[in-house]
T-cell receptor
Framework: NAGVTQTPKFRILKIGQSMTLQCAQDMNHNYMYWYRQDPGMGLKLIYYSVGAGITDKGEVPNGYNVSRSTTEDFPLRLELAAPSQTSVYFC???????????FGQGTRLTVV | AQKVTQAQTEISVVEKEDVTLDCVYE???????LFWYKQPPSGELVFLIR??????QNEISGRYSWNFQKSTSSFNFTITASQVVDSAVYFCALSEAGTGRRALTFGSGTRLQVQP
């Protein structure tokens, strides 16, 4: 019963460093998403994918990149970390028929 | 564009009180889904319910109930006889039901504190 797995759970980055947040799901879901949640706010969509090889920008894509080479994996890349990217990042997946979205445990990222 | 408004930023009740969390949404889609999620202090997002736009029947699940009113674009959530374990942030969300990205648009959340 793994569901959606995100790694790491916590990370501290220095300004200008790069990192990749990993996301994997074992439910064979077509749709996958990356959201960020700033303190006291709702979730905002960074990138999404409707299937392997297909990705597109959400509302707040600047500073991030994604790839989807397999159905299972949807990594999020931060190239040049900035303090504004300090946030909690959630990965989610969803079935083709529009069922409820299942979320990973989140990655708390701090950029200093 | 889709929008979800949760006007109540924070609600505090005493255990065993009933509490209603409001959610108002905007969409141009004729078919869509509405959701509620719970985010406890541990931080994960727990799926509570999904509702289709063509199904306006109210739903009850134990102490939880949901009132969907298309005429007022509202999807309110009531907790009956609240308990301390209900303390969390609750998010209402909306997504299209068609062939697009189907991403969820979230409200800003309502923090519920249940005092013993």
């Amino acid at each position: 019963n793994a569901g959606v797995t995100q790694t790491p759970k916590f990370r501290i980055l220095k300004i200008g460093q790069s990192m990749t947040l990993q996301c994997a799901q074992d439910m064979n879901h077509n749709y996958m998403y990356w959201y960020r949640q700033d303190p006291g706010m709702g979730l905002k969509l960074i990138y999404y994918s409707v299937g392997a090889g297909i990705t597109d920008k959400g509302e707040v894509p600047n500073g991030y990149n994604v790839s989807r080479s397999t159905t299972e994996d949807f990594p999020l890349r931060l190239e040049l970390a900035a303090p504004s990217q300090t946030s909690v990042y959630f990965c989610a997946s969803r079935t083709l028929d529009g069922g409820g979205a299942f979320f990973g445990q989140g990655t708390r990222l701090t950029v200093v | 564009a889709q929008k979800v408004t949760q006007a109540q930023t924070e609600i505090s009740v005493v255990e065993k009180e009933d509490v209603t969390l409001d959610c108002v949404y905007e969409t141009r889609d004729t078919t869509y889904y509405l959701f509620w999620y719970k985010q406890p202090p541990s931080g994960e997002l727990v799926f509570l319910i999904r509702r289709n736009s063509f199904d306006e029947q109210n739903e009850i699940s134990g102490r939880y109930s949901w009132n969907f009113q298309k005429s007022t674009s509202s999807f309110n959530f009531t907790i009956t006889a609240s308990q301390v374990v209900d303390s969390a942030v609750y998010f209402c969300a909306l997504s299209e039901a068609g062939t697009g990205r189907r991403a969820l648009t979230f409200g800003s959340g309502t923090r519920l504190q249940v005092q013993p």
